[in-house]
């Protein structure tokens, strides 16, 4: 940054870019937490809790007190309140304040954490919803924002609020400072990120992954969501793809936690994001647990990806 350029930080963007008072402080707040996470992400604290998330997963210590962070600083504070809040780290939606508030937040506060132990960067995602978390709506309707972090040689967070995609960076001092303002995807990209077994995959799949490679896309995966996507957001195109396996027909990932954030994301860039047959805001999450398949990048691979997953 040019030494001369006026620094924005994310609660000077938020208020700039008009977006209602208390989304605002939501959204400032879980940007706070963040920033806790990122320090306890130092301490080299690799073990195992012992315990299990509600995906029968081994949680890490630090996904524990990720989660912690999370939920008590969002219980604790009085300044606005929040409806409900669910967890990928936890089986059930948690009721944080009975007075009819306006939004409900979901977490998964630490997205990719087997990639904790070879030092890799692993991530936050946050949704906001209007109302409840499970309204019987499709995620285009309820979410009014989301933002993911990167914690990686720099803590970065990238938000919408439905006013474009946006970029900061976690300073010295603890502020996060506008990197990239209106985040853009190009038409299409040069690299793609291939999730799941190759054994696994689906003939429609495995035919337009074919194609990518037959085009000479680069192979980018880390195995976290939070990173692989970010490289597709920032470097301005291409296409991320956890498909159906012939295990799980619904894919990995997670609707509510991990795909319909990032969705807003990626449509707040210029970007897309889909099950293969309809655009991923345009699914109604009808349990926390609910997965989909998922494709989500620059248009042109994304459209393409949609023509060979419904080709008869
Ligand atoms: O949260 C699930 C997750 O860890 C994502 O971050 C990541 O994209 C995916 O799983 C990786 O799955 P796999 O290990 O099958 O590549
Ligand atoms: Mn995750």
């Known amino acids: 940054m040019n030494k001369n350029m006026v620094k924005i930080n994310l609660r000077a963007h938020l208020s700039n870019h008009g977006v209602e008072e208390k989304l605002r402080r ?48 969002l219980e604790y504070e009085t300044s606005f309140g929040i409806g409900e809040f669910a967890s990928e780290e936890q089986d059930t939606i948690k009721l944080l304040s009975t007075n009819g508030e306006r939004y409900s937040v979901t977490v998964d506060p630490l997205d990719g954490s087997s990639l904790v132990d070879v030092n890799l960067a692993v991530g936050t995602f946050i949704g906001i919803h209007e109302g409840k978390i499970l309204s019987g709506k499709p995620g285009r309707e309820t979410l009014a924002a989301a933002m993911y972090v990167v914690y990686g040689p720099l803590t970065t967070l990238v938000y919408t609020a439905r006013n474009g995609t946006h970029e900061f960076v976690l300073d010295p001092t603890g502020n996060f400072v506008l990197s990239q303002e209106n985040l853009t995807l190009k038409d299409s990209g040069s690299i793609y990120s291939p999730g799941g077994l190759r054994s696994e995959w689906l003939p ?27 490289q597709i957001i920032s470097k301005g195109g291409g296409i991320f793809t956890y498909p159906a396996l012939t295990s799980a027909r619904a894919g990995k990932l997670r609707l509510l936690f991990e795909e319909q954030p990032l969705a807003l994301i990626v449509e707040g860039a210029g970007g897309l994001a889909t099950n293969g047959v309809n655009d991923i805001l345009d699914l109604v999450p009808e349990a926390l647990e609910q997965r989909s398949p998922f494709y989500m990048g620059s248009r042109i691979e994304v459209q393409m990806a949609r023509r060979y997953l419904t080709k008869d």
């Open 204 to 230: 429609k799949h495995a035919a337009f992954i074919d194609y990518l490679e037959a085009e000479g896309y680069k192979l980018r995966y880390s195995g976290g969501l939070v990173p692989d996507a970010n």
């Open 26 to 73: 939501i959204i400032a707040h879980v940007a706070d937490s963040a920033k806790y996470i990122s320090l306890i992400m130092r301490e080299a604290n690799r073990k195992l809790a012992g315990t299990q998330n509600s995906f029968g997963e081994d949680q890490l210590e630090l996904d524990v007190l990720a989660d912690d962070i999370l939920k008590q600083r």
